[in-house]
Structures are given as C-alpha cells and as structure tokens.
C-alpha cells in the first residue's frame, strides 16, 4: 500500500510538472525532478538512455528479461499539460516504488523507462531503435481519459501527420487579383474535400487539421500556404489507403487552383496498438476494492479512439515486447506482475495502482487509490 509519505511526494511530482510544462526532447525540468523523487527513496537512475538527454531509467528486481513502467512527461505547444502526461508520470513512479517495495519478491525485474517526446518526434521509436527495450517481457503503461471510468486492453488508432504545402503567386488582392493564384483557396479547398470524405469512412478513422500559414496580409493573394492533417486508422493497410486518398485530394485541390502542392511527412508514423488481451484480463478479473470507478475491460476497437498522437506511439516500440509478454505469461514465466490503470477525469486527478501476480492468482494484490481535489 502506498505510504502517506509517499502519496504526497506523487501528487506534489504530478502538480509541479503540470505547472512547468516542456516541449518534447526539452523535459529537462520534469526529468530531474522524477529522478530526485526516485534517488530519495534510494534508487540510481540512468541517465541518457539509449543517448537520449531527456530519458532515463531505474531497475528493480533480479537482472535478465524486465517488465517496463512507461513514463511520459511531454507537454503540447501553447497548451501546456492537456494530455495529462504529469498524470503517466505519477502513475507510473507511484507504481514503481510500489513494486521496489517488494523488490525481493519479484522474479523478473521492473523497470521504469522515462520516455521522451510522445506528443511530437516519438522518443519510444528513438528508445527501440537504440535496443533499449531488447530485454523488455511486457510494457505497461496508464493514460488518463476524460470518461469517468477505466478500460484494459484497448486497441488504439495508427497515426500519420502530413504536412501539405500549396505555392501560388501573389498579387494585390483589388489591383490586379486576376494575376495572382490563391495558395489559401487551395488550402481551403483541401478542407472541404476531407470534410465530405469523412462521411465515407468507417468509424474508426479520424481526419484532423489545422492551418499553420495562410497569408501574411489581407490585401495580398496568398502565395503560400501550409496545413498540417493526422489521418488515422485501426489498421496499416486502412491508413496507407487513407493517406492515398489525402493525397489524391491534395493534388486535386492544387489542379483546381493552378496551384503546385508538396506533401510531406509532419512527423514519423505511429502505428496502431494491438493490446496484450492476456495482461488486460488479468486486470479486468482483479478486485479492486479501492477503485473510484468502474471496470470496464475493452475488447473491440474502442469506440471513441484517443485523441491525439498520445498512446498510438508506444505500440512501434512495444508491440514485439508485448508478444513476448503474452509468450512468457503463457508459459508462467513472468510472475509477478505490475499493472496499473487511471483512467478518470484528469481534472480530477485520481488513479489508481496496483499490484498483481500474475502466476500465483490466488495471492493478495494491493490497490491503491489516490485522490487528489
Ligand atoms: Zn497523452
């Protein structure tokens, strides 16, 4: 159970990140301050993980094959901590220290990996390609969500971000506008078509933009302008299809115009999460006394796919680890386990954690829940 002690420290460390937010790559800040809570309850924290300033990682357990915790603490531009990642933060130290507690139980290790950049630039693909996760059995990681209830083992929605350049020509927009060509109208035109797309694509799939440049004064025909739109899929080969079809509309926009169009990649594709069923059950099944909310196990697609670039990432880096997690677990190999989940309204700051044995089922798991007003 999580000592009072420790419950303020995690509350403290979610409030203070969430009042000091940092950009991807730049969570220098949220990083030392996750790494002087884990230092003060007695654990070395690696630094520069896998060549990365700003991810880091702690072990508990014996050596070999190691679960990991997943910690994020990115913020998103201008709007700071909307995704609540101070939340993933202290969830997932909390559930950490919860397992150092029982270090000498544990028969595989624990690790907890901070991990970069998950809002833009995707530190877990970095973190993979370094061989960081080569070791790693299962991942674990928790998101807050709006909803008021909790879910498991949900499949999340693969993301591409395409930035789409129109060049015109310009001119004065009442002097001579029939010189010009219109990069804005272009741009505008590639609005509409996805918006009538959108009634033609299964429920699923989610299209989103915004205009980043559309001008520079309103007597001047645009000669430049630049969106960026995330296209997403349950599937790689719905996405791939998606994307075709965006450029399609892209290049017809810019026949309609006289206008040329590049289109490119925004970011580094992030695919869509198969979820470990395995490891969701053994959630689902668990007592949870404590728990503030409902249990509420996810098997389809979920309804309502997650907002943002947020959860799609963590499957390039952890869908291989999470079939080996799903082997292990089927052979018993993996004892105890640690799981966690937090979904309630970030706004009301709950969570909660818990600890759960995997092979021994009929052992007592720990719960705790943490409120915050
Ligand atoms: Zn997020």
Not at 239 to 260: H, I, P, R, W
Not at 307 to 317: F, W
Request: net charge negative; with cysteine; hydrophobic share 45%.
């Amino acid at each position: 159970m999580t000592s009072d002690g420790l419950r303020e420290d995690l509350i403290q460390l979610s409030r203070e990140i969430n009042a000091d937010p940092e950009l991807a790559y730049e969570e220098h800040r949220a990083v030392g301050r996750i790494s002087a809570l884990l230092e003060r309850h007695g654990h070395t924290v690696e630094r520069n993980l896998g060549g990365l300033a700003t991810a880091f990682r702690a072990r508990v357990g014996p050596p070999g094959p190691a679960v990991a915790l997943l910690a994020e603490y990115d913020a998103l531009p201008d709007v700071g901590h909307g995704c609540g990642h101070n939340l993933i933060s202290m969830t997932i130290v909390g559930t950490f220290l919860t397992a150092a507690a029982k270090a000498k139980d544990l028969q595989v290790g624990i690790e907890l990996v901070g991990t970069p950049a998950e809002e833009n630039g995707g530190g877990k693909i970095d973190l993979l390609d370094k061989g960081v996760f080569k070791d790693t059995v299962a991942a674990l990681f928790s998101h807050p969500g709006a909803g008021g209830q909790w879910s498991v083992s949900e499949k999340l929605l693969g993301i591409m971000v395409k930035r789409v350049t129109y060049e015109g020509l310009a001119a004065h927009a009442a002097v001579s506008p029939e010189k010009g060509r219109n990069a804005l109208t272009a741009l505008i035109g590639l609005f509409v078509a996805v918006d009538g797309w959108r009634q033609h694509l299964p429920s699923t799939a989610r299209v989103h933009g915004i205009i980043r440049e559309g001008g520079v004064a309103s007597n001047i025909i645009p000669s430049r302008a630049v969106g960026d739109f995330g296209i997403r899929a349950s599937d790689m080969d719905a996405l791939k299809d998606m994307v075709a079809t965006f450029e399609d509309m892209a290049a017809g926009a810019a026949l309609q115009t006289g206008t040329t169009v590049k289109i490119e990649d925004e970011m580094r594709p992030y695919l869509p999460v198969e979820a470990n069923p395995m490891l969701g059950d053994a959630l689902a099944q668990m007592p949870l006394q404590a728990r503030h909310c409902e249990t509420i196990p996810e098997r389809e697609m979920c309804e309502h796919p997650r907002r943002g670039p947020t959860i799609v990432e963590h499957n390039v880096a952890l869908a291989h680890p999470l079939d080996q997690g799903t082997e292990a677990l089927a052979r018993g190999a993996v004892a105890p386990v640690v799981v966690l989940d937090h979904f309630r309204s970030a706004s009301r700051n709950v969570l909660s954690v818990a600890t759960f044995n995997a092979v021994a089922a009929s052992e007592s798991m720990t719960t705790n829940a943490l409120s915050c007003a």
